[in-house]
């Protein structure tokens, strides 16, 4: 917003953005928790038309109404506990070119990620070639075991093309219901595949991304030789790490 003080007319103009004086706010509803009946926790992502979430909201910005009547006992603190919670998915490549190449360093790399990772964190692998698969998910804090999601990414068959368009969406969708910290992290060989975004567009997949605040990373090793493919990889990245 901009502020324009008119001193001899002794008035202020606020001029805003046209999206943010004729619109309200943007409320989804992520999840419902019904498990202390009556009491209900409602689960909400908030935004600006603009897409920008909205940050440092107090009890007070909220209400509740039941046939007209106000409702009390409201909390907010209900998210605390999943915000201490990472929901992560790990989509790797599995390409000739990222088993021949780059397998040795599978191991450390999955280590090195996950080194500060708490057994309450919820990890997902999946692994993207023709077709896509979970190949691994801890959903209790028992199933979470370093060592062998570190095995895992150096296994399974591999297909000269990849279907990463599908395997990125098919995370985003996984992260729709989760609460707390959301992050998808693409391990990619950095070689151009013509048709890896075929099924699911790269723009498809940001809109997705963007739609839900969830952050997408990649880890992207130098594999194209090719300096105009390499070129076109790296925009790829970009495009989809600004989601």
């Not at 805003?16 to 928790?33: G, H, K, Y």
């Not at 599978?106 to 919820?122: F, N, Q, Y």
Request: charged content about 25%; glycine content about 4%; aromatic content about 6%.
């Amino acid at each position: 917003a901009l502020y324009l003080a008119d001193y001899t007319a002794n008035h202020m103009l606020l001029l805003v953005p046209e999206a943010l004086r004729i619109s309200n706010f943007d409320i989804r509803i992520q999840n419902i928790d019904s498990r202390a009946y009556p009491s209900m926790a409602v689960f909400l992502t908030l935004a600006q038309r603009t897409g920008k979430p909205l940050l440092g909201l107090e009890r007070k910005n909220f209400r509740i109404y039941e046939n007209d009547n106000r409702m009390g006992g409201l909390r907010i603190d209900n998210i605390k506990a999943f915000n201490h919670r990472v929901n992560l998915v790990l989509v790797q490549e599995n390409s000739s070119t990222m088993r021949e190449r780059y397998q040795e360093y599978l191991s450390s790399l999955a280590l090195t990620l996950l080194k500060d990772i708490r057994i309450s964190d919820r990890i997902t692998v999946v692994r993207a070639g023709e077709q896509v698969r979970t190949v691994y998910q801890a959903i209790r804090e028992s199933d979470l075991k370093r060592r062998e999601i570190a095995r895992i990414l150096g296994e399974g068959e591999v297909t000269a093309s990849v279907n990463l368009g599908k395997a990125i969406f098919d995370a985003l969708a996984g992260l729709l219901d989760a609460l707390g910290p959301r992050r998808v992290t693409l391990i990619t060989s950095g070689i151009y595949h013509p048709i890896a975004f075929r099924q699911y567009s790269l723009q498809r997949i940001v809109q997705l991304a963007r739609a839900h605040n969830i952050k997408v990373d990649v880890i992207s090793y130098q594999g194209e030789d090719d300096p105009e493919k390499d070129q076109l990889v790296r925009s790829d990245w970009l495009e989809l790490t600004n989601s």
